[in-house]
């Protein structure tokens, strides 16, 4: 029984793990720091009785159904494929997900209206560069975020450039 238990866990985490909406979810409100704690709360323990439920529940009809396990294997994928080109399809038609990729050069002198978030894949070389990227956010008294990735040999750029605009990086 424990056997069945393990294997039904592992698939079932690998399940949610692909969905990615709820993990969306907590990550939305993580960057507007919104119910953060009750959200991940809520959703470790709805995870666990959903999974607990599954696991002894279907475990139990299908232990040794070799069949039928494969249908269902099928089926969850299928379902998870038409999940992810659904709301994919959602996210841009109702332009709810806007994504603009752009280059040191374009960062300087171009408007963008409504960007919530600007995320640096890598600092720039320029100090100035740094400060028109950021810049396309928070524009007209609204809220922005810029979010920086940095790997450890870049340590020494966030305090130079914490020292010289005068600003501080909060590690998340």
Do not use: W
Not at 111 to 139: C, K, W
């Amino acid at each position: 029984m424990l056997d069945i238990y393990l294997k039904g866990f592992i698939v079932t985490i690998s399940l949610i793990v692909a969905i990615g909406a709820q993990n969306a979810y907590v990550l939305k409100l993580g960057l507007l720091k919104q119910y953060v704690l009750l959200a991940v709360s809520l959703c470790i323990l709805f995870d666990f009785i959903l999974i607990s439920a599954g696991v002894f529940g279907l475990g139990f009809f299908i232990q040794g159904n070799q069949f039928l396990i494969n249908i269902i294997a099928i089926v969850g994928i299928v379902f998870l494929c038409m999940y992810a080109i659904l709301s994919f399809k959602s996210a841009f038609k109702n332009e709810s997900l806007q994504v603009l990729i752009s280059t040191d050069v374009s960062a300087r002198g171009i408007d963008v209206s409504n960007l919530g978030f600007i995320i640096h894949h890598q600092l720039p070389e320029q100090m100035e560069y740094y400060t028109h990227r950021s810049g396309r956010t928070a524009r007209a008294g609204k809220k922005g975020y810029s979010i920086a990735l940095v790997i450890p040999g870049e340590v020494q750029k966030i305090h130079e450039i914490q020292r010289e605009l005068g600003i501080q990086f909060v590690e998340i």
